[in-house]
C-alpha cells in the first residue's frame, strides 16, 4: 500500500510540474509580440527660399521673405512658423504631410520713414534662419517743370478763308526749376456754343525731349476749316490751348468763300 501511494503522489508532483511550465512558457511568448514599433509623429526641417524672396526694396514696397517647410517623419502634421521683422511680427499654420515639402512666405508692406537694414528672422520650433533686408530711403524732388504758354501771333494763321488750313504756333516755356516734357491739349469754342477737342503734339523729337529750366520750344498745330461735322466752318471762333499749369486762348476767324 506504501508503495502505492508513492506513486500517486510522484505522478501528481509531476502533472503540477508539467501544467506550471506549459502556462509560464505561454506568458513569455506574449510578451515578444508586445508593441515593439515606436508611435509615428511629423518631424519638420526649415529653410529660407532666398531665389523666391524680395529682400531689397524703397519705401512704399512691400518685402517678401519665403521659405520652404519639409516634413522628414512618418505622419502627417502642421508646422507653426512665426516671422520678425523690426516691430513688426507674424505666424503661419504650415499643413505638411509625411515626406513632403511645402513653401510659404511672410509679406511686410513698408512705409516712409522706414528706411534702414533689418534682419528678419524666420523660426519653426528649435530652427531659425535670418535675412538679411534693406529698405531704401525714397527721397521726393519738390523741384518741377512749369510751362508758360503764348500764342505767336506773327508766326501764326488765325484769319483765313474757309477750306483753308489754319496755322497756329505756340510757343511753351519752362519757367520751372526742373526739366520737363511739355503736354498741350486744345479746344475750341465754336460760334453758335459748340465745344470740340483738339489733340496737340510736339512734331518729331520735340514730343520726347526734356525741356530744360529757361528754356523753350515751339509748337505748330495745322487745324483744317470747311464745312462738315469735324472742321471749322465759317465764323468767329474761340481756341484755348493748355499744359498742365498754364493756359492761352486766341480767336480765330474763318470768312465765308467769296
Known sequence: MMMIRKSTLLALVLMISMAFSVMACGESADDTTGDETPNAAASFTLELNTAG??????????????????????????????????????????????????????????????????????????????????????????????????????????????????????????????EGIIELTGQITMEGGAVG???????????????APGQGVQIQATLPTGPGEQELSAGTHSLEISSLHDSVTTEIVITAPQ
Not at 531689397?56 to 512691400?62: P, R, W
Not at 477737342?197 to 525741356?211: C, Y
Open 53 to 178: 524672396s524680395t529682400l531689397s526694396v524703397d519705401e512704399g514696397q512691400a518685402v517678401e521673405v519665403a521659405f520652404n517647410v519639409e516634413n522628414t517623419g512618418d505622419a502627417d502634421g502642421t508646422a507653426t512658423v512665426t516671422f520678425s521683422l523690426g516691430d513688426f511680427t507674424d505666424t503661419a499654420e504650415i499643413a505638411v504631410a509625411a515626406g513632403s515639402t511645402e513653401a510659404g512666405s511672410f509679406s511686410w508692406t513698408t512705409a516712409a520713414g522706414d528706411a534702414g537694414s533689418y534682419s528678419a528672422e524666420v523660426t519653426l520650433g528649435e530652427t531659425t534662419v535670418t535675412a538679411g533686408v534693406e529698405v531704401s530711403e525714397v527721397i521726393i524732388d519738390e523741384a518741377s517743370a512749369f510751362f508758360e504758354l503764348s500764342i505767336d501771333t506773327e508766326a501764326s494763321t488765325l484769319t483765313v478763308v474757309e477750306g483753308e488750313s489754319l496755322k497756329v504756333v505756340v510757343v511753351g516755356m519752362n519757367t520751372g526749376d526742373a
Open 197 to 211: 477737342a483738339l489733340d496737340i503734339r510736339p512734331q518729331g523729337e520735340e514730343a520726347t525731349t526734356p525741356i
